[in-house]
T-cell receptor, first 114, second 114 residues
Framework: DTEVTQTPKHLVMGMTNKKSLKCEQH?????MYWYKQKAKKPPELMFV???????INESVPSRFSPECPNSSLLNLHLHALQPEDSALYLC?????????????FGPGTRLTVL | DQQVKQNSPSLSVQEGRISILNCDYT??????FLWYKKYPAEGPTFLIS?????DKNEDGRFTVFLNKSAKHLSLHIVPSQPGDSAVYFC?????????????FGTGTQLKVEL
C-alpha cells in the first residue's frame, strides 16, 4: 500500500466552526507532514511529525492545531479560521532516514472558509 | 525569501522532443533535491531525486542534473509524452534527523503537444 489518503476531499466552513482534516498512511512511515497550497503557488510546509512527536512548526497560527494520535494517522484541527485560510491542504509521509526518504503526498482537502 | 526558484512558469514542447525544466536555489545547506509532478486537484507525485554529492541521476525517461557551484538543477524528460503535461515542482531538502524539511520551487507548467 503506497497510498496516503485524506478526508474529506472538500470542506466548506464558517469562521466560527470547528472542523478536522484527517490523513492516513499504511506504509510504515514515521514522519508525517501538513502543507498548505494556495492557487498558483507551491505547497508550503506547516508541520512535521516524527515518531508521533511534533518536530517542526513553521510559525503556523494557533487556529491550526495538528495531532498525531498514532503512527498511521495525522489530524489537523481547525478553529476560528479566516477566509484567507482557504486553500488546498496536503498531507504527506516519509521514512525518517537520510536516503530513500521522499515524501508521498495525499490528494489533499480543498478547504473554503466563508 | 524564495530559496528555490523556477524562472519559467510555463514550457511548451512537442511530443517526442526533450523537455528541460530548470531550477535555481540559494541555500547551500540543502542536502538533496527532488522533482515532483502535479496534476490539478491531486497531490504531488515524486519523480526523481538527487543527492547534493552527485551531479546526475537517471531513471527511465527522466534525468536530473545538479550543478552545485551554480546552485542549479535541471530535469530532462526524453522523449516527452502528452501524459507528461502537468506542473513540475523542484524541491530542496534539509535533513533534520526528525523528518525532512522540504522547500518547493515555484513550479513550471509543462505542456506536451501532439
Amino acid at each position: 500500500d503506497t497510498e496516503v489518503t485524506q478526508t474529506p476531499k472538500h470542506l466548506v466552513m464558517g469562521m466560527t466552526n470547528k472542523k478536522s482534516l484527517k490523513c492516513e498512511q499504511h506504509m510504515g512511515h514515521r514522519a508525517m507532514y501538513w502543507y498548505k497550497q494556495k492557487a498558483k503557488k507551491p505547497p508550503e510546509l506547516m508541520f512535521v511529525y516524527s515518531y508521533e512527536k511534533l518536530s517542526i512548526n513553521e510559525s503556523v497560527p494557533s487556529r491550526f492545531s495538528p495531532e498525531c494520535p498514532n503512527s498511521s494517522l495525522l489530524n489537523l484541527h481547525l478553529h476560528a479560521l479566516q477566509p484567507e485560510d482557504s486553500a488546498l491542504y496536503l498531507c504527506a509521509s516519509s521514512q525518517v532516514r537520510d536516503i530513500d526518504n521522499e515524501q508521498f503526498f495525499g490528494p489533499g482537502t480543498r478547504l473554503t472558509v466563508l | 525569501d524564495q530559496q528555490v526558484k523556477q524562472n519559467s512558469p510555463s514550457l511548451s514542447v512537442q511530443e517526442g522532443r526533450i523537455s528541460i525544466l530548470n531550477c535555481d536555489y540559494t541555500n547551500s545547506m540543502f542536502d538533496y533535491f527532488l522533482w515532483y509532478k502535479k496534476y490539478p486537484a491531486e497531490g504531488p507525485t515524486f519523480l526523481i531525486s538527487i543527492s547534493s554529492i552527485k551531479d546526475k541521476n537517471e531513471d527511465g525517461r527522466f534525468t536530473v542534473f545538479l550543478n552545485k557551484s551554480a546552485k542549479h538543477l535541471s530535469l530532462h524528460i526524453v522523449p516527452s509524452q502528452p501524459g507528461d503535461s502537468a506542473v513540475y515542482f523542484c524541491a530542496a531538502v534539509i535533513l533534520t534527523g526528525g523528518g525532512n524539511k522540504l522547500t518547493f520551487g515555484t513550479g513550471t507548467q509543462l505542456k506536451v503537444e501532439l
